[in-house]
């Protein structure tokens, strides 16, 4: 069910795009534009026992569905308001004998909903689903092979008194999860917890530098203006993290979904000099940048091996030795510094070595403000986690000012209710008044910080996760 706002959009032909969407009167950054429920949802596999299946907020405990013993919800409000999308696949998964996996699952709940509603327009759409783009006709050998084995599992677990669907049908809405798949997000929006389909975010196009921000916030999403938007201009959001040059951004939206991006920051190659900046005084030989571009490329290998296999201090090595060798080559801005930087800082927190992240995170925060858009819900992200490293660390100016910062970011591209910028607002007013006390006597401050750290240990970091942060669309690996 669509929730709302629905005439602030409209539905027009982009020139060498498709359809999209447009504004339909002028935006102002943080304005909603319009916010939309799953068409369809469901939590990923690895996930199933500890998110919730209707709100998913991760919670410590779950209640079961007792016949099938495979969904989970916070209390009996979630259970009953997910019975009529989970009453078929109750009876689907005791028949079938095991729980498919999260593809099988999403396509036959959507397809559940196209029987119960049919495949017109439901209240609020846009489009339908048989509408949305599936780009099977694009598919490599491979994509095609998982969408074989996908429909034969699919078949299997489909029940027979259910309506039949055509092989092409099938194939139709395997294909539109694929390219339309949005991840959800739990409650805080720090952990990918599930896939859902949203008709009407499914219209909106790719640009690098959007002038919208998509946010998983309460059981639904939200399109949020990044700036000022005009009366019939398009509207866009980023199906990827910008900080790439154009031409492996460009690689990756070809691969993913099955388009060539014209975007002004991939025509003109805008920031890709600072993405590959080097050293100015004395300026290295291209020789010298290739090779340091390799070693770099070989020690984040080296790195992901490491985290995987929990060796964090392994990890931490590498990433000071890679930072010293990169040092009189690269620029501040260069995306192979930056990511030993966003490494190494968020490795050195979780070890408590707060000390040495914070002067890291501060590095990784200058370069990353270079790069982003001003209002970029992942810089805002960066900026809060350097933040609370700085906080940690002890140094209350820097950390307070960072806190500040990532605070007027999120205001913009989660808006106010998200529980993360409520975090963040309680953290805001904590650090403003240890700041007051720094300011008007420094060593009684930090005699009462100690004091308080020996009585209640610091909160710790969550453990470095090899995932990336939550990507806005998802893609079937």
Not at 98 to 127: D, H, Q, S
Not at 324 to 344: G, H
Not at 388 to 393: D, F, G, K, R, V
Request: aromatic share 10%; charged share 25%.
């Amino acid at each position: 069910m669509t929730i709302g706002r629905m005439e602030n959009v409209e539905v027009f032909t982009a020139e060498g795009k498709g359809r999209g969407l447009k504004a339909t009167k002028e935006f102002w950054a943080a304005d909603v534009i319009f916010a939309e429920r799953a068409y369809s949802a469901v939590v990923f596999d690895s996930l199933v026992n500890f998110v919730c299946h209707t709100c998913f907020k991760r919670q410590e405990k779950l209640h079961r569905c007792g016949q099938c013993k495979f969904a989970h919800y916070c209390d009996r409000t979630c259970q009953k308001d997910a019975w009529l999308n989970h009453k078929n696949e109750c009876s689907a998964i005791k028949r079938y004998g095991k729980v498919p996996n999260e593809n099988i699952r999403l396509a036959a709940r959507i397809m559940w909903r196209v029987e119960r509603e049919g495949t017109g327009l439901t209240e609020g759409c846009l489009v339908s689903v048989d509408d949305l783009q599936n780009h099977v006709e694009h598919f490599g050998e491979e994509e095609q092979k998982e969408l074989r084995v996908d429909v034969d599992t699919f078949l299997q677990y489909w029940p027979p008194q259910s309506q039949q669907f055509s092989m092409q049908y099938i194939s139709h809405i395997f294909g539109v999860i694929n390219c339309n798949g949005f991840t959800l997000s739990d409650q805080r929006g720090l952990q990918a917890v599930g896939v859902g389909i949203f008709p009407n975010l499914g219209l909106v196009n790719h640009d690098c530098w959007p002038n919208c921000t998509v946010i998983f916030n309460n059981g639904k999403i939200e399109l949020r203006a990044l700036g000022k938007i005009s009366e019939g201009e398009e509207l866009t959001v980023s199906y990827i993290d910008f900080l790439n040059v154009s031409e492996e951004r460009k690689k990756q939206l070809k691969k993913q979904y099955y388009f060539d991006c014209t975007c002004e920051h991939c025509q003109k190659k805008l920031k890709d000099d600072l993405f590959l900046g080097v050293k100015d005084n004395p300026k290295p030989s291209q020789e010298v940048v290739k090779e340091m571009i390799q070693f770099s490329k070989d020690t984040l290998e080296k790195i992901d091996k490491a985290r995987s296999e929990g060796l964090y201090h392994e990890v931490v090595k590498l990433c000071r030795e890679c930072l010293q060798k990169q040092e009189p080559v690269f620029a501040d801005t260069n995306i192979y510094t930056l990511r030993m930087l966003s490494i190494v800082s968020e490795v050195l927190s979780y070890l408590q070595a707060f000390e040495e992240a914070s002067d890291y995170a501060r590095r990784m925060v200058d370069g990353y403000m270079k790069l982003y858009h001003p209002n970029n819900a992942q810089l805002g992200m960066a900026v809060m986690r350097a933040g609370l490293t700085n906080w940690h660390a002890g140094n209350i100016e820097v950390g307070h000012g960072m806190i500040c910062k990532a605070y007027a970011i999120l205001l913009v591209t989660h808006g106010p209710s998200h529980p993360i910028t409520k975090d963040l607002e309680a953290m805001r007013v904590q650090t403003e008044m240890e700041l007051r006390m720094f300011r008007q006597n420094e060593f009684m401050y930090y005699k009462m910080r100690e004091a308080a750290l020996n009585n209640q240990p610091m909160q710790v970091m969550a453990e470095p996760s090899n995932e990336p942060a939550p990507a806005l669309f998802h893609k079937k690996q």
